[in-house]
């Protein structure tokens, strides 16, 4: 199987990749084989990630002539993991799970199975009314029967309490006391039936449990690591079948696998003639000859290079990542020194590849290294970076991101499952304070494994990789890190490139230099990603794939967007500036005005503008317009203004007893419940959000911060509205009294204050802007009927945090752009998750969003969200939707201006749990 290409260095045989990618579920599980590029999987005739690499590797020419097709292994889903079974059935998959473990549960299942089946054969159809009752029963029953895979693993027993506790309280005696209350807890004792391995590790109580049951006690409390877990036993299965132990129907060595690769890779691609990126091959059987292959010389160098260094390999990257500041510390410090060299390397090998070992601890204190990774308590990241990969402001931590292009050996497979299968620690743990378990990811099990069992040079890196991701791919582990992979990807091909030609298509007395960008023109990409690439190019900027479509569309239909985009930095700032004067002239003039007709796409702004708002004449007075004085007071230097707003409900008939002190608060009559709510603004915020607008976008945290929240948004008022109407419409006590509320991104309060004056027992209002929440506890404050219910606390939804307990969470016009979105969207997971675990009844949710930005319904986007509808859908319970309500004449700031204005609004609300 050698290359017919004459012109190709290696003349060697052909290389056969291993992917791992989730197979579509009307396809077999099993290792297959897909040739067939235009074959749609999913029949939607969207091309799958599985057939996207299918394509590269067996239509580009120069990949033709050097691979052959790909071979999957399947994946994992992620929510087959909340099942009891499929999370078993898939760490047997990966050669976790001892094989007597094993048979016990096959049998446990196969009984109980089999029992449902002979009973179901028992129903005769035809039969009495009341026969076919008990069938429909019986059948109803078997549909929620729990079979217990363990039967046959362990018994459980109990066991008396003990209930002689000491009731002495000095201090000599209080550490007694609380353990003699903790065990009093511990009425349950598991007795294993079948033998566990001595070398077991973890505590006292794991080690009594057979592996298997362990492994599930701890796998079913993960929350966001569930997909984690799913990607380390993806690829557990992979280095399985890389081995020569997997589910492979060709065993022969003829047909070995090179390299195990994540279906997000890209290979590196010979340019053609004329700068053109050949993605099908020519119909000319000589044509796949006339190109050699980049990703094929690269590997084969790696492996000459790797081969004739003293040390034994025992796991070789071929693609690999890592932070900005990391990764120059590597090619500027680390590779220079500690690059492995033999009198054996030729001088031109050792120029096209150099191999290192994986650097550690160690490698960095040589530089007197001990900073670790930037934590979001010591500093906010920008906007531009809130989507990128973990900040850095010095090297150090994970030094090496990454295990989609690898190949590891036998014996360090067959030790990394050694240890696995006797310490379920190495893969899920979990610390004293943390309420559940976490996945630890694979790429930091498995190199970190192979060092300490084969020494610190066991692990082979290239500088000059082979595969890179894919262009804003979509990550399904690591979404918010999109955009700093990309970053990564660009300064690591820079660095690599530094003093020699950038390929075999650059000659090497060529001038031209290397951009941060040049890496995609050498890359293998879909014609979407090549848009995305190009758009990248012009603008700077990276958008997520799923937009690229409307931003070409909308580029080519907009008559000053190619302008903009080539423009520099200053001429763009100038633009900004311009487009602010003439919008705020427009707005001064009244009148019907769509604000969003004067906002073209190509501005690509996170900035929430009344962008569904239409504009009501300031003469048309309403029961939402201003009807009360505006004060002015100061918050030290800051001028603010107070805005009372009448929240409103309309359609009741009556009022209840829990009503009448809300009569006294101005609640109107004829089936009305109204309440004042004042809360405080800005004074003339325009001139803040004109300087946020106008500044670059890497110094607006640092110089301004969120501006967005210093006034009252429409969303408020709906989230208000909604808690009215569960307050009032309850038939028993209001859900709202004496209950614990969290908003998140609470702003100037309106929703936090409703839910006070409607009798919480709490409210923490939440915010990441300390002149937000100033104006917040400010509005709180001055409101006698208020008193100390509500708590104005910084909170920063992107950090590690957990979410405060409440019994009510409100996030209102909080989705000013995808990522922030998205987070929101984790959170309402979280709160969800952890009312289910703790045992509370369900956590009450409103979400509302007025501005509807494109990119910010998390509902679609975030797996964990369309798991949990999927497990409420199951169990017929209610499912989290989006629902749209219109406000009337609202009047709020104009942002850009200095006067109040009046419009309309369509906004859409979630409410789940009420």
């Not at 003293?310 to 070789?316: A, K, L, N, V, Y």
């Not at 309440?675 to 607008?693: A, C, F, G, R, Y």
Request: glycine share 6%.
């Amino acid at each position: 199987m050698s290359c017919a290409n004459p012109k190709c260095d290696t003349r060697r045989r052909k290389l056969r990749p291993l992917v791992i990618s989730l197979v579509p579920r009307n396809q077999n599980n099993d290792l297959s084989s897909s040739t067939d590029p235009t074959s749609s999987s999913n029949g939607s005739g969207e091309e799958s990630r599985r057939e996207q690499i299918t394509r590269m590797f067996t239509t580009h020419p120069s990949l033709v002539a050097h691979f052959e097709p790909p071979i999957f292994s399947p994946g994992v889903p992620s929510r087959e993991l909340r099942n009891r079974l499929k999370c078993l059935e898939h760490a047997n998959r990966a050669g976790l799970i001892p094989e007597v473990e094993w048979e016990a549960i096959c049998r446990a299942v196969s009984e109980q199975t089999s029992h449902d089946s002979v009973d179901a054969s028992k129903a005769v159809p035809g039969g009495s009314q009341e026969q076919e009752d008990k069938a429909t029963e019986g059948k109803q029953e078997r549909k929620h029967k729990t079979i217990d895979p363990f039967r046959y693993l362990a018994t459980t027993s109990k066991i008396q309490p003990n209930v002689h506790v000491t009731t002495d309280t000095t201090s000599t005696n209080k550490n007694e006391n609380k353990s003699s209350k903790k065990n009093r807890w511990l009425e349950y004792q598991t007795t294993s039936l079948v033998p566990i391995s001595p070398q077991r590790q973890g505590s006292d109580e794991d080690r009594s449990l057979p592996y298997s049951m362990e492994f599930w006690r701890k796998a079913k409390t993960l929350n966001r690591d569930r997909s984690v877990l799913a990607c380390t036993l993806a690829h557990l299965m992979a280095m399985k079948t890389l081995v020569g132990e997997g589910e492979s129907d060709t065993p022969d060595d003829d047909c070995r696998f090179d390299f195990i690769l994540e279906d997000n890779v890209r290979a590196f691609a010979d340019i053609g003639d004329a700068g053109e990126y050949p993605e099908e091959a020519s119909t000319n059987g000589n044509h796949q000859t006339e190109l050699s292959s980049e990703c094929a010389d690269r590997i084969w160098d790696i492996i000459d290079a790797s081969n004739s260094v003293p040390s034994e390999c025992h796991m070789r990257y071929y693609g690999w990542l890592g932070s900005l500041p990391n990764l120059s510390w590597i090619y500027e410090n680390h590779v220079p020194r500690s690059e492995f060299r033999a009198a054996s390397l030729q001088n031109d090998l050792a120029r096209k590849c150099r191999i290192f070992p994986f650097p550690t601890n160690g490698d960095f204190e040589l530089d007197s290294i001990t900073a670790t990774s930037k934590t979001k308590e010591q500093g906010e990241q920008t906007n531009g970076e809130a989507s990128s990969a973990p900040h850095f402001t010095t090297p150090g931590g994970t030094a090496v991101w990454g295990t989609f292009a690898y190949t590891v050996s036998s014996a360090a497979y067959h030790s990394l499952i050694n240890q696995l299968q006797n310490d379920v620690g190495a893969m899920l743990w979990k610390g004293k304070r943390m309420r559940a378990y976490q996945a630890k990811p694979v790429d930091k099990i498995l190199p970190r494994h192979v060092l300490s069992k084969f020494g610190q040079e066991s692990v082979h890196i290239p500088d000059r990789v082979a595969f890179v991701r894919g262009a804003m791919l979509g990550s399904l582990l690591h979404p918010q890190w999109e955009e700093g992979f990309c970053r990564s990807t660009e300064r690591q091909y820079k660095l690599s490139c530094r003093g020699e030609a950038v390929s075999s298509s650059v000659p090497q007395n060529s001038s031209e230099s290397t951009n941060d960008s040049d890496v995609w023109d050498h890359v293998w990409l879909t014609n979407e990603e090549r848009q995305i690439v190009n758009h990248r190019k012009k603008s700077g900027r990276w958008v997520q794939k799923g937009d690229i479509a409307k931003i070409m569309q909308e580029v080519s239909n907009s008559y000053w967007s190619g302008g903009f985009v080539k423009s520099s930095r200053g001429l763009e700032r100038v633009i900004r500036l311009v487009t602010i004067a003439v919008m705020t002239s427009f707005l001064s003039l009244g009148g019907d005005l769509y604000l969003h007709a004067l906002l073209p796409s190509v501005f690509a702004f996170n900035i929430p503008i009344h962008n569904r708002c239409k504009r009501r004449n300031p003469m048309h007075m309403s029961s939402r317009a201003p009807e009360y004085e505006r004060k002015r007071d100061k918050l030290g230097k800051v001028p603010i203004i107070s805005r009372t707003i009448p929240v409103e409900i309309n359609g009741l008939t009556g009022l209840s007893v829990k009503g009448e002190a809300e009569r006294a608060n101005g609640s109107a009559g004829n089936g009305i419940k109204r309440l004042d709510v004042t809360v405080w603004e800005m004074d003339k915020p325009s001139d803040l959000i004109q300087e946020w607008w106008s500044i670059d976008e890497s110094e607006r945290n640092a110089r301004v911060g969120d501006p967005f929240g210093v006034v009252m948004w429409p969303g408020s008022i709906l989230a208000s509205e909604e808690l009215m109407r569960q307050h009032y419409s309850s038939p028993d006590e209001s859900p709202i009294t004496n209950a614990e509320v969290l908003v998140l991104g609470a702003g100037t309060g309106v929703e936090a204050q409703t839910a006070a004056l409607l009798g919480a027992k709490t409210v923490i209002a939440t915010d990441i802007n300390p002149l937000t929440l100033k104006l917040l506890e400010h509005g709180a404050k001055v409101d006698d009927r208020i008193g100390n219910t509500v708590e104005a606390k910084f909170f920063d939804l992107f950090s590690d945090q957990a979410l405060p307990a409440c019994d009510i969470l409100i996030a209102a016009d909080v989705l000013y752009n995808s990522d922030l979105a998205k987070q929101v969207g984790r959170r309402l997971h979280e709160a969800i998750v952890q009312s289910f675990e703790e045992g509370r009844p369900p956590v009450k949710v409103i979400i509302t969003d007025s501005q509807q930005f494109h990119g910010t319904n998390f509902l679609e986007e975030l797996a964990e969200l369309l798991e949990l509808n999927e497990l409420f859908e199951q169990n017929n319970w209610e499912q989290l939707k989006w629902e749209t309500q219109k406000l009337e004449n609202v009047c709020g700031s104009g942002v850009l201006i200095d006067e109040d204005q009046i419009y309309d609004v369509d906004v859409r609300v979630v409410r789940w749990g009420w």
